[in-house]
């Protein structure tokens, strides 16, 4: 591993399932600077998406590959601004979404184009 190791967290609105995860990991990964990505899904309709740089990147390229997947980003936070969400905030992680890539709940539908409910 590279000796340049950080984290940049994403909000990211409107990903409800596997699918949407699938897109917005794709399109990041591909990224030169990026070693892997994380997700975790809120049922607020917000979703954490924690990217591990082994190099510099500017908020822009993220945005753009996110953009690429079809999703905004609401917020970008680095390094020493970086952190998991406050206690006691609700999330929906990939074990809480069933087989058919509905959210546990059925609320909403998603923006990846793959009709789930």
Do not use: Q, W
Not at 16 to 36: D, F, G, I, K, Q
Not at 71 to 79: F, K, P, Q, S, T
């Amino acid at each position: 591993m590279s000796s340049f190791d950080r984290t940049v967290e994403l909000d990211v609105p409107g990903m409800t399932c596997n699918n949407c995860v699938s897109h917005v990991r794709t399109e990041l990964e591909a990224l030169p600077e990026v070693n892997n990505v994380e997700v975790i899904l809120r049922s607020e309709g917000v979703s954490l998406v924690t990217v591990h740089i082994n190099a510099p990147i500017s908020d822009d390229a993220l945005r753009a590959a996110v953009d690429e997947a079809g999703y905004d980003v609401n917020e970008i936070r680095r390094d020493d601004v970086a952190g998991i969400a406050p206690e006691g905030r609700e999330t929906m992680r990939l074990s809480d979404v069933n087989a058919t890539g509905e959210k546990g709940s059925g609320e909403g539908g998603c923006g990846c184009g793959c009709g789930c409910k």
